[in-house]
């Protein structure tokens, strides 16, 4: 049983196994954040200054839906399947995956999907130009001829990511060791089933919308065509359907990884276990309730904003009960502040700040000031950057030691986190000023009333930017020098994926282990 | 494949189908049932007059607004833009309409009334937008509206606009069109 993996290329192409899908799902994400990225600072480089500068409108629209559409699809998403790849079956004690043959397909279609989509934006007409949200009709009756590339290129991802999540619920549900039962799972195994279901539920969904766009353009339909007696709004909720769930799904994983990490560095057991167990599922419950609240203006009955406004502010409750509890785990610990643990004190903090901007955008009334406003972009930003993308960074900190066998530089990796919290601070923070003063969204060129912050907003992006150079250097640089890790690498790590050695062998835990 | 795992994987993608399946057949007459329901889709069908005192005492301004759906070729507007009435007053206005074209269409005129709280207090006895609208190439018509406000307009209100989406429905109404030849 002990053959290791094959040689050359071929091993990536044909892999099943899920360490290796895992690694090239976390270095696709990892390419897709720098792609992403790249297209943020163009639009950033564009805002630093009111006018038009660099970039023409037409280009600007395109940057601003792609840079959504790559980070959330193509490194938020990818990189939690990743971690669920790599961890999921070492910490329930399953060998692999249950299926590994789909494991392999459903990464595979991913770098076609995403250079489908990049294509785009060499085409004639240019690249999807309406927003990440893609509304119709901008999308349909007024979207450039590449918008059919765009279409199918969601249709992989929403392929890839169906895929995953019928995977991901057959090995937990399926392969968990003796012993391992539901209520002993480690908390990032809780989070990933939930979001699993959510992603089965919804990615569906995705794929309708797009599907009835896709008729609409080419095969004479009118879902969200007026004329035909259709209805855009319709859209809107179809989307936002879907659209909601989606955010979950890209923050339960992170709510599993800081429940990993806080409780090692604290040397405490995590606070609360069962009562985040309920409360991820309570806030996955509720996400198919609020949908409309991304939609307050586009003139929904009275009765509707007031039980989308309440449904939403309930979502609070159990969000706090988490917050409390990561708290309630560090209160009165051992606490030391290694590169993760920084990043997911931060993730604490500042996803909380998120969370206060969202219960403002929730105030139905208040919502029509804020509505289209730089402020939610401050508000998804702090909830995503910090969100995900800190816990993220957090886990590669966390585990790589196990992955690759050898320990990143502390002291390298501190200067990464705080240039990463000052970057962010300062891109995002000012925006919640920029658009409570009332600056819209996606504009390239702005009333110089504004200039102050955009300044700011875009001094902080390139430090960011530069912060996850140094990530990628950090990574590297651990890969092929660090110092070897010991099996268990933290002092206070417990859980199964720690008892086995560091790098971890190629087949672990053929034969299941005892849990008691 | 173990048996436990082919009975989740199962059912997890027949989830996913009905899911897919659900986007096309339920969520949008389920969308347009809870217009209904709501009343969100309703800009009124004609209107009994009945006997009704008019009220003298208060004005609200009637504004009327036409615009084209995308393709739609035809010249479209108000003959009056704006109104004053006092509830209860029944009013006659015509909007303009002519093919531009050389061959025949039929188009359909879709109301739309602003603020939503006004909907059920606006009542339209007669209007265009109750028929389709068959005009030969080159021809013009004048479309009456006859209206009435009624007297329960919550205070508040002081301006309605009534605006007409004009679409072209020569397509779907075929069999009218060869009536007119």
């Not at chain 1, 399953?94 to 789909?102: G, H, V, Y």
């Not at chain 1, 035909?228 to 936002?240: A, E, R, Y």
């Not at chain 1, 969370?355 to 208040?366: T, V």
């Amino acid at each position: 049983m002990a053959h290791g993996p094959a040689k050359g290329l071929t091993r990536w192409l044909y892999t099943t196994n899920h360490k290796d899908i895992g690694s090239m799902y976390l270095w696709f994400s990892f390419a897709m954040f720098f792609l992403g990225g790249i297209f943020a600072l163009v639009i950033r480089a564009e805002l630093f200054e009111p006018g038009l500068q660099i970039v023409q409108p037409e280009f600007f629209n395109q940057m601003t839906t792609m840079h959504g559409l790559v980070m959330v699809f193509g490194a938020v998403m990818p990189a939690f399947v990743g971690l669920a790849n790599w961890m999921v079956p070492m910490m329930i004690g399953a060998p692999d995956m249950a299926l590994p043959r789909m494991n392999n397909l459903s990464f595979w279609i991913l770098p076609f999907a995403f250079a489908m989509l990049a294509s785009t934006l060499f085409m004639e007409g240019g690249g999807p130009n309406f927003g990440w949200t893609f509304y119709a009709p901008l999308s349909t009756t007024y979207a450039p001829p590449s918008v059919t590339f765009f279409i199918f290129a969601i249709h992989i991802m929403g392929a890839s990511s169906i895929m995953g999540a019928i995977n991901i619920i057959a090995t937990i549900l399926n392969m968990r060791a003796p012993g391992m039962t539901l209520m002993k799972m480690p908390l990032f195994v809780w989070t990933w089933l939930i979001t699993a279901y959510l992603l089965i539920a919804v990615m569906p969904v995705l794929a309708g919308a797009v599907t009835m766009m896709l008729m609409d353009i080419h095969f004479g339909t009118s879902f969200f065509d007026a004329a035909g007696g259709g209805d855009p709004v319709l859209f809107q909720h179809v989307f936002w359907f879907f659209g909601h769930p989606e955010v979950y799904i890209m923050i339960l994983p992170a709510f599993g990884v800081v429940s990993a990490i806080i409780p090692t560095f604290a040397r405490k057991p995590l606070f609360g276990y069962s009562s985040m167990v309920y409360a991820t599922a309570a806030i996955a419950i509720l996400s198919f309730m609020v949908w409309a609240h991304h939609m307050f203006t586009v003139g929904l009955p009275f009765i509707g904003e007031w039980v989308f406004m309440i449904a939403t502010m309930a979502i609070a409750v159990p969000t706090g009960v988490k917050v409390f509890n990561w708290v309630t785990t560090m209160y009165k610990g051992a606490l030391t502040f290694e590169t993760p643990m920084l990043f997911s004190i931060a993730f604490v903090i500042l996803f909380t700040i998120g969370g206060f901007s969202g219960l403002m955008l929730a105030i139905a009334p208040a919502d029509f000031q804020y509505h289209d406003t730089y402020f939610v972009v401050a508000h998804f930003h702090y909830v995503l950057v910090p969100g995900a993308i800190f816990s993220i960074t957090a886990a590669v900190y966390y585990w790589l030691p196990k992955w690759c066998g050898r320990m990143y530089d502390e002291v390298l990796g501190k200067t990464h986190f705080w240039l990463a919290f000052i970057g962010l601070n300062l891109t995002f923070f000012p925006m919640h000023f920029s658009g409570l003063a009332g600056m819209p969204r996606r504009i390239p060129d702005y009333n110089p009333l504004f200039a102050n912050w955009n300044m700011l907003s875009s001094v902080g992006a390139f430090l960011f930017g530069a912060a996850q150079v140094l990530f990628l250097y950090i990574v590297i640089r651990a890969i092929v020098s660090g110092r070897k890790a010991t099996d268990q690498v933290w002092e206070g790590a417990h859980g199964l994926e720690w008892t086995v050695p560091s790098p971890a062998p190629y087949h672990t835990f053929t034969t299941p282990p005892k849990v008691d | 494949m173990e048996k436990g795992t082919r009975k989740t994987v199962l059912r997890l993608a027949l989830s996913a189908v009905l899911m897919f399946v659900a986007v096309f057949t339920i969520m949008p007459p389920l969308y347009t049932l809870l217009c209904e329901v709501t009343g969100l889709r309703k800009v009124g069908g004609a209107y009994e007059a009945e006997e009704i005192k008019v009220d003298a005492e208060r004005w609200v301004n009637v504004q009327f607004v036409a615009t084209h759906n995308d393709a739609m070729p035809w010249e479209f507007r108000p003959m009056t833009y704006k109104v004053k009435v006092n509830p209860g007053q029944k009013t006659v206005i015509k909007y303009f309409a002519k093919n531009n074209t050389d061959r025949p269409m039929v188009a359909q005129a879709v109301p739309s009334i602003t603020p939503f709280s006004a909907v059920n207090y606006f009542h339209k006895i007669e209007c265009f937008c109750f028929n389709h609208q068959p005009l030969e190439g080159g021809e013009s018509a004048e479309l009456g509206l006859e209206f009435v406000v009624d007297q329960d307009l919550p205070k508040q209100v002081t301006t309605i606009t009534l605006s007409y989406t004009l679409f072209d429905i020569t397509e779907q109404a075929k069999p009218g069109l060869a009536q007119l030849n």
